[in-house]
C-alpha cells in the first residue's frame, strides 16, 4: 500500500509540483492549501507523513505543527516544513515545535522526494514505530 502523503502550502503552484515528484515515486499525495485544511485534512484521511508550509492563511505552520504534537493520534506523525523561513531562529522553532526535517525554499523537488523516501523507509521498519530524527 503506497504511503499517503498531505503536502500543504498556500502556493498552489508549489503543492502542484511536489504533488507530481511524490506522484511519480508511486505515493499517494492529499493536498491542502491553509493551515485549519491541512489539520482537518491530517484527522479525516490519515497521512502516514507531512509536508507542511509555515506561512499560510488561518492558521501557520507552526500551529500546525503544535496541534499535530498535542494530539495523541498524531504526535508521532512525520513533519517535513517545507518554507521560505529561512532564518536560524526559524529552523531552531521548527525543530523545537516538532519538526522532524527543515528545508527551505527555493527547494530541489528531488531532494524533498528522498527525504520523503527515507522517512517511508523509517515507518516500513518492522523494527521501527518511532518518528524519524535525523
Not at 492563511?57 to 518554507?83: A, C, H, Q, S, W
Not at 519538526?99 to 527525504?115: G, Q, R, S
Amino acid at each position: 500500500m503506497p504511503l499517503k502523503v498531505l503536502v500543504c502550502d498556500d502556493e498552489r503552484h508549489i503543492v502542484r509540483l511536489i504533488q507530481v515528484n511524490l506522484e511519480r515515486q508511486g505515493y499517494n499525495v492529499v493536498t491542502a492549501f491553509d493551515g485549519k485544511e491541512g489539520l482537518e485534512k491530517i484527522r479525516s484521511e490519515k497521512p502516514n507523513l507531512v509536508v507542511l508550509d509555515v506561512m499560510m492563511p488561518y492558521m501557520d505552520g507552526f500551529e500546525v505543527l503544535k496541534t499535530i504534537r498535542r494530539e495523541p493520534e498524531t504526535e508521532n506523525l512525520p513533519v517535513i516544513m517545507l518554507t521560505a523561513k529561512a532564518q536560524d531562529k526559524d529552523v531552531f522553532e521548527g525543530y523545537h515545535y516538532g519538526a522532524d526535517m527543515y528545508l527551505t525554499k527555493p527547494f530541489n523537488p528531488m531532494e524533498l522526494v528522498t527525504f520523503v523516501k527515507r522517512i517511508a523507509q523509517g515507518q516500513d521498519d518492522p523494527g521501527g514505530g518511532k518518528r524519524y530524527e535525523i
